[in-house]
């Protein structure tokens, strides 16, 4: 059977990137669909000479995403932020820009739309982060193709911005501060994300499918920075602080340009960001989840 033309919207990013590679290795055409084409090159480079093209598209026009998605096959729904700031809103990326490709999925009738969302994803949520998620989800109900929702736990790799960041933060500081340090997270291999996309994509679902990812084992908030400053071969001070007592902290912090912490994030770790008992996991694709501990080393150095 002939492989459909994915567009991919997020192909710049870090999973979304990963997820363009996958695709292009199993030979398919692939449309990254990007805000800026002219620093998107380097997808074009992943692939043979006309296996990838760029289109211009903010996934807040109409306009833009219908066009990204004519003679599509599938759609590959990579879009996020962590942080809002003006018109990039957790509402507009996450539901209405998500509402735009599923109108113009319909119209150009794609078979099959493959949605990144987050474990967490709830509408009773805390966090507006997650509640957009759910609410991202939610909208796909409105898809009469199939649908694979893949809920990510924390995801790892090269250009992760956890690790990277914590990292960034231990060099000069010898006290480290983490907030609810008891939370729990299942961290997962930007690798297994992305080939958890290209399978669901070779095999899509009957009607609607949600696939939680985790990694093989679950971690502490503060294991995972003690993993981490193990591995880079720093000794730090550790305190944890709880969320309340963070939230003012946090507040200021998200004042800045590039906030390193918001009252949005706090509230996200009030809650463990583990696989369900019950859900659908890497397994049922499998897919043996990559540890932690193999892939850190090949990107945090000491
Ligand atoms: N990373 C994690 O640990 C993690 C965990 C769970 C779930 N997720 C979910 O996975 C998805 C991808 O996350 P990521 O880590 O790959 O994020 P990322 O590296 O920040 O990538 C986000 C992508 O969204 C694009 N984007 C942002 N605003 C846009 C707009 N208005 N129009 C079109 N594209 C826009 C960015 O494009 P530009 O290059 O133009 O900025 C970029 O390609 C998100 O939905 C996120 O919620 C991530």
């Given at each position: 059977m002939e492989k459909p033309l994915v567009v991919v919207?997020?192909?710049?990013?870090?999973?979304?990137?990963?997820?363009?590679?996958k695709l292009l290795s199993r030979g398919y055409l692939v449309r990254a669909?990007?805000?800026?084409?002219?620093?998107?090159?380097?997808?074009?480079?992943m692939g043979d000479v006309g296996q990838v093209?760029?289109?211009?598209?903010?996934?807040?026009?109409?306009?833009?995403?219908?066009?990204?998605?004519?003679?599509?096959g599938a759609v590959v729904n990579s879009v996020g932020i962590l942080t809002e700031r003006g018109s990039q809103s957790f509402h507009n990326?996450?539901?209405?820009?998500t509402q735009l490709m599923i109108k113009a999925a319909i119209g150009?009738?794609?078979?099959?739309?493959?949605?990144?969302?987050?474990i967490g994803a709830?509408?009773?949520?805390?966090?507006?982060?997650?509640?957009?998620?759910a609410l991202g989800e939610a909208a796909l109900n409105q898809f009469p193709g199939a649908v694979s929702i893949l809920r990510p736990s924390l995801v790892f790799g090269a250009q992760d911005k956890f690790f990277n960041r914590f990292a960034a933060m231990?060099?000069?500081?010898p006290v480290m501060t983490i907030i609810n340090g008891g939370t729990r997270f299942q961290p997962v291999y930007v690798g297994d994300v992305a080939e958890a996309a290209a399978r669901v994509l070779a095999k899509p679902p009957k009607s609607k499918d949600i696939i939680e990812l985790g990694g093989p084992r679950t971690y502490s908030f503060r294991e995972l920075i003690e993993l981490m400053l193990q591995q880079l071969g720093r000794r730090r001070f550790l305190t944890s602080i709880s969320d309340r007592i963070a939230m003012p902290i946090a507040f200021l912090l998200g004042l800045m340009p590039d906030p390193p912490l918001t009252i949005d994030q706090v509230r996200l770790l009030r809650r463990d960001n583990i696989t369900s008992p019950t859900a659908q996991e890497l397994a049922d694709l499998d897919i043996v989840p990559t540890p932690l501990e193999v892939i850190l080393p090949q990107y945090l150095r000491r």
């Open positions: 919207f997020g192909a710049t990013g870090f999973i979304g990137r990963h997820v363009v590679q669909a990007v805000r800026r084409p002219e620093q998107a090159l380097f997808l074009k480079s093209s760029l289109v211009r598209a903010d996934v807040c026009s109409e306009g833009d995403v219908s066009e990204a998605t004519i003679g599509a990326l996450h539901v209405f820009g150009a009738k794609v078979q099959h739309f493959v949605q990144i969302s987050a709830d509408v009773t949520s805390p966090s507006k982060y997650s509640k957009s998620k231990s060099r000069f500081s």
